[in-house]
C-alpha cells in the first residue's frame, strides 16, 4: 500500500472519531435531595451516558452528581464546582463532559451562556444526549432559544407549585415540611397531614404553656428546657431564643395555618394544636410586654420633660408639646395638647408646670409598703438560682471538656517523646500547642471559687431601696435617664385628662404589683409580669 493510501485511512479514522484521546465525565443533576434518596434519576442519567461513551469509544474517567433545584449560578452546584476544579487540577488531559439533557446542564439562559463559556475557556468538549452542540450560528440560536425555553418551563412550574400549594394552604392545610413537633402522614380523606409526633409534642406544649403561665419567667428558661430534654443539642440556651419565640409566636401551634410570605391570611388548619389559643395569647402578651412603651424619643428637651412618657385620655394618642410667648418674647410657657384631629381633647392646652408637678406627685407614691420586700426578694432569689444553676451547669461541661483535652496532652506528649520523625514531631508540637491554649482559655472561663452571693445581695439591696423611694432616685437624675427610669417603674405611658389629670386608675406600676402580691399568698406568686424588672434589676 502507498504511503499515500495510509495517509487517506489515517485521516479518514480522524474524521469517523473526533474525541479519540479524551476522557469521559458524567454530569448528572436532580432537583431536590428527596428526588436524589427515593428515585433513581441520577443512576439513569449516569447509565445512558456511560453507555453512550462506550458507544463513541472514550473512556469513561468518573461521574458529578448533583441534587439543586432551579437556575442561577452553576457554581452553587457542589458537584459542578468539583468538576470543573478536577478539570483545572489536569490541565494536560482532554475532557469530554457528557449530560442526559439540556435541562441538566443550565435552566437559565444567563448561565447557560456563561457556563458554555466557562467549559470552552478549558478546552473541553460539551455532549448531550437529547441535543446536538453546533458552533455555526443557526446552531448557538437554537442552543440559546432551547436554553430559554428551559428557563421559562422552570419558572411556569414554580408558579403551578406556588399556585397549588397557596391554594392547599387557603383549604387550612400546611403544605410544606413538618415543623418541629409535628409529622407529615398519609390521610385518606385530607391527603397529606401534620400530626403531633409523641416525641417532641408534649415537650414544646409544656415548654409554650409553662412560658404563658410565668413558670419560665424568661424565654431562655424555655430554652434551658428545650435542650435538657434533647430537642435542642447545643451547649448553651441563649443560642435559641429567637427560636423560641418564633415558636411562641406561631399561630401553629395552636391550630392555625398562616403564610404571610404568600399574603394567606390566618386561618383555622385541620391539624391538631400543641396548645389552646388562650395561651397562645397569653404567650403574645408576654411577648408584647418586652416592648410597650419602652421606646424613648430622641426629641426630648428639658423645656417638655413628660413628653414621651404621656398620652391622651381620650384617645390614647400621645401628647406633644409647644409653647406660648407674651410680652414679645420675654414669657413663654410649655404647654401639652393632643394633636389627634378626631379627638375632642385636640389642641386644648394643658400646662406644663401643672402636667409636670402632677407627674413628680405620681412617682413619689410609688414606694413599696414596709412588708412587702419578701416578695422583691422572692422574685430575686427565683431568678438569681436558676442563673447560678445555669452557670454551675456550663461550669462542669467546662471541666469536662478540659479533663479530655488534658488528656490529649498526655498522648501528644508521648508521641512527641518516642517520635523519631522531625516532621511528626513537628505536626504534635502544633497540636499540642493550640491543646495547651485551649486550656488556658477554659482556665479563665472556669467559675471556681467565685462568691456570687456578693453582687447578689447588693443587687437586691439597690434594687429593694430604689423601690422603696424611687423618687429620690428621679430627682438626681438627667433628663435622658429619667426616661429610662420611667419604663423600669411604669408598666406604660401614663393617661392624662384635662380635668383628672393622671388617670389613677389606668396606672400600673411593678410597685403596685409587688404589693398586691405580697397582700395575697407570695408562695403562689405569678411572677409572668416581672421578666423585664427582674432582669433589669441587677
Not at 60 to 85: H, I, Q, V
Not at 143 to 156: G, N, S
Not at 291 to 312: H, N, S, W
Not at 436 to 441: Q, V
Request: charged fraction near 35%; charge should be positive.
Amino acid at each position: 500500500m502507498s504511503f499515500k493510501a495510509n495517509s487517506q485511512i489515517t485521516q479518514k479514522s480522524k474524521i469517523e472519531n473526533p474525541y479519540e484521546g479524551m476522557e469521559g465525565l458524567v454530569y448528572a443533576r436532580v432537583s431536590s435531595k428527596r428526588q436524589e434518596i427515593d428515585g433513581t434519576g441520577l443512576q439513569t442519567q449516569e447509565g445512558r451516558c456511560v453507555k453512550e461513551l462506550n458507544s463513541i469509544q472514550v473512556t469513561y474517567k468518573r461521574s458529578f452528581r448533583d441534587s439543586y433545584s432551579g437556575g442561577g449560578d452553576f457554581m452553587k452546584r457542589p458537584a459542578m464546582r468539583e468538576m470543573l476544579a478536577y478539570i483545572d487540577a489536569n490541565p494536560h488531559k482532554k475532557f469530554l463532559v457528557i449530560f442526559d439533557d439540556l435541562k441538566r446542564f443550565a435552566r437559565d439562559t444567563e448561565f447557560h451562556l456563561k457556563l458554555r463559556a466557562v467549559f470552552k475557556a478549558r478546552d473541553v468538549v460539551l455532549k448531550c444526549l437529547n441535543f446536538q452542540f453546533d458552533e455555526s450560528d443557526e446552531g448557538r440560536f437554537v442552543e440559546t432559544i432551547m436554553a430559554a425555553q428551559a428557563e421559562l418551563e422552570r419558572h411556569q412550574n414554580r408558579r403551578q407549585v406556588i399556585q397549588k400549594t397557596k391554594a392547599r394552604l387557603e383549604l387550612g392545610y400546611w403544605a410544606f415540611v413538618a415543623k418541629r413537633g409535628y409529622e407529615m402522614v398519609k390521610d385518606p380523606k385530607c391527603g397529606t397531614l401534620a400530626v403531633p409526633n409523641k416525641k417532641e409534642a408534649p415537650i414544646i406544649r409544656h415548654a409554650l404553656e409553662s412560658f404563658s403561665t410565668g413558670n419560665f419567667i424568661r424565654r431562655v428558661d424555655g430554652c434551658r428546657y428545650l435542650m435538657e430534654k434533647g430537642f435542642w443539642k447545643g451547649k448553651y440556651p441563649e443560642k435559641y431564643t429567637d427560636e423560641f419565640t418564633s415558636m411562641l409566636k406561631d399561630p401553629f401551634y395552636m391550630g392555625d395555618i398562616e403564610y404571610l410570605p404568600w399574603e394567606v391570611s390566618r386561618r383555622k388548619g385541620h391539624h391538631e394544636a400543641i396548645i389552646s389559643a388562650e395561651t397562645f395569647e397569653l404567650n403574645q402578651k408576654r411577648l408584647n410586654n418586652e416592648l410597650t412603651g419602652k421606646r424613648i424619643r430622641k426629641d426630648i428637651t428639658d423645656e417638655f420633660p413628660a413628653r414621651g412618657l404621656i398620652v391622651c385620655a381620650c384617645c390614647g394618642k400621645h401628647l406633644t408639646g409647644a409653647t406660648t410667648t407674651k410680652n414679645k418674647g420675654l414669657y413663654k410657657r410649655p404647654y401639652y395638647f393632643c394633636q389627634n384631629r378626631d379627638c375632642k381633647m385636640y389642641r386644648k392646652s394643658l400646662f406644663g408646670d401643672d402636667v409636670e408637678k402632677k407627674l413628680d406627685t405620681i412617682i413619689k407614691q410609688q414606694k413599696l409598703k414596709k412588708n412587702v420586700g419578701d416578695v422583691v426578694k422572692l422574685v430575686f432569689d427565683r431568678t438569681w438560682k436558676q442563673e447560678i444553676s445555669a452557670f454551675v451547669e456550663r461550669d462542669m461541661e467546662k471541666k469536662q471538656e478540659k479533663a479530655l483535652l488534658e488528656e490529649k496532652t498526655k498522648r501528644l506528649t508521648d508521641l512527641i517523646v518516642n517520635s523519631t520523625d522531625d516532621q511528626l514531631t513537628r505536626a504534635y508540637k502544633g497540636q499540642l500547642k493550640e491543646i495547651l491554649n485551649k486550656i488556658e482559655i477554659l482556665d479563665d472561663q472556669l467559675i471556681g471559687k467565685t462568691d456570687y452571693s456578693i453582687p447578689y445581695r447588693t443587687a437586691l439591696d439597690k434594687s429593694t431601696n430604689f423601690l422603696k423611694s424611687p423618687y429620690v432616685v428621679w430627682k438626681k437624675l438627667p433628663l435622658v435617664e429619667k426616661h429610662k427610669m420611667f419604663f423600669f417603674i411604669f408598666e406604660e405611658k401614663l393617661w392624662y385628662d384635662q380635668k383628672e389629670g393622671y388617670r389613677t386608675d389606668k396606672i400600673q406600676s411593678y410597685t403596685r404589683l409587688f404589693e398586691q402580691f405580697a397582700v395575697s399568698n407570695s408562695d403562689d406568686v405569678d411572677l409572668t409580669r416581672f421578666e423585664r424588672a427582674t432582669s433589669a434589676m441587677p
